[in-house]
């Protein structure tokens, strides 16, 4: 088990283009988290799986992004015509069941709009 | 909604001193409370959590204590060495769903020689 994977590590791309992002959680874990997080704050919550379900998006996930889970395994997180202000890390976290299950972490994506 | 409050950085210390890093929080029912660690280049890294009120996490000589009555999760250490350097993040969890997490804006320590 090498943890939850992120790919790219690192993605620069000119405003108006749409990028895709990989998450590949722990392979036991039902649960899959996206966040974002920006230069000098806290990682911000955007969406949650559960197995191939997407329970809850947040208020700052707008139109230009969505989020897929196909099958329960792996996940995407595309952002269409992008613009300057999506510029963070994109950080992918996984967990099991129930309460005192522990969240894992990956490395993330830094994404840089120009 | 819920929310997490640090005390604003960069905290600056000597090694050997000791360290506090103050979190309060917000939020209906019993959250879980926990501290994570983003050491320069890597990923988000668990360093100690609390389930419930009165609880104390403890590791690596770090130590955190639930008060449910102060709503506090203030993360304490004796002693810093120079490799402790990093951004300390407080963070909740709600009880009906252990991975949606609210993070505090990190708080970034420097240790010197």
């Known amino acids: 088990d090498t943890g939850v994977s992120q790919n790219p590590r690192h993605k620069i791309t000119k405003r108006g283009q749409n990028v895709t992002f990989r998450c590949d959680p722990i392979?036991?874990?039902?649960?899959l988290y996206w966040y974002r997080q920006t230069l000098g704050q806290g990682p911000e919550f955007l969406t949650y799986?559960?197995?191939?379900?997407?329970?809850?998006k947040s208020r700052l996930l707008s139109d230009r992004f969505s989020a897929e889970r196909p099958k329960g395994s792996f996940s995407t997180l595309e952002i269409q015509r992008t613009e300057q202000g999506d510029s963070a890390m994109y950080l992918c976290?996984?967990?099991?069941?129930?309460?005192?299950?522990?969240?894992?972490f990956g490395q993330g994506t830094r994404l840089t709009v120009v | 909604g819920d929310s997490v409050t640090q005390m604003e950085g960069p905290v600056t210390l000597s090694e050997e001193a000791f360290l506090t890093i103050n979190c309060t929080y917000t939020a209906t029912g019993y959250p879980s409370l926990f501290w994570y660690v983003q050491y320069p280049g890597e990923g988000l890294q668990l360093l100690l959590k609390?389930?419930?009120?009165?609880d104390k996490g403890s590791n690596k000589g770090f130590e955190a204590t639930y008060r449910k009555e102060t709503t506090s999760f203030h993360l304490e250490k004796g002693s810093v060495q120079v490799s402790d350097s990093a951004v300390y993040f407080c963070a909740l969890t709600p009880y009906t769903n252990a991975g949606k997490s609210t993070f505090g804006d990190g708080t970034t320590l420097t240790v010197k020689p």
């Open positions: 392979s036991e874990h039902n649960r």
């Open positions: 799986f559960q197995n191939e379900a997407q329970l809850e």
């Open positions: 976290a996984s967990s099991g069941l129930g309460q005192g299950t522990r969240t894992f």
């Open positions: 609390a389930t419930k009120a009165d």
